[in-house]
């Protein structure tokens, strides 16, 4: 059984320090929460690649291809009313609407997929009930790591936590 450690550091470099030094031993990062953005932390925690664009894109085309198309049914085949000799399939005529809706559904597409990929709305993380959490969002900084179940490398999860500069370790929610 894993239980996750949260480890209290007084500064960013610590925590950069720490991230590092546990990735190199092989223990798994779950997560940092600082105060402001840290860029070196995108390639210690090994971060996935956003899938918003591709859901943009296949929202946006999927919605300006049914725009179209219920436009061109809408002319050509349901209400076919030829008038001054036009053809009935007149498509430059037909494509404002789908792109404007095809813009509208990649926007409402990519801000969807932003909050999937962000697991948002999360209200409350288990994370938020560690004692000074609050401070996360001022002045310390908090690096939350995966403690294996066996005994030795437990151990050596906080202790090399503790020696990496850590204020304070605790388990998820104390």
């Not at 894993?2 to 320090?17: H, N």
């Not at 990062?29 to 090994?46: C, H, K, M, Q, S």
């Not at 095809?102 to 999360?122: E, I, K, V």
């Amino acid at each position: 059984m894993t239980k996750p450690l949260v480890a209290e550091f007084r500064d960013a470099e610590s925590l950069l320090g720490a991230a590092v030094r546990l990735k190199r031993e092989g223990h798994q990062l779950l997560d940092a929460f600082t105060p402001f953005r840290l860029p070196e932390l995108d390639g210690i925690l090994a971060a996935k690649p956003s899938r918003i664009r591709h859901s943009m894109l296949v929202g946006g085309l999927a919605m300006a291809a049914f725009a179209y198309l219920l436009q061109w049914y809408s002319s050509a085949i349901d209400y076919a009313l030829n008038t001054g000799g036009r053809p009935l399939n007149s498509w430059p005529v037909f494509l404002l609407v789908p792109f404007e809706v095809g813009m509208l559904a990649a926007a409402l597409s990519g801000f969807a997929a932003f909050l999937w990929n962000c697991r948002l709305p999360c209200l409350h993380h288990p994370a938020f009930d560690t004692a000074q959490f609050e401070r996360a969002s001022q002045d310390r900084f908090f690096l939350l790591a995966v403690q294996t179940g066996e005994e030795e490398r437990s151990a050596s999860l906080r202790e090399l936590l503790m020696h990496s500069g850590a204020l304070a370790v605790r388990e998820q929610g104390s």
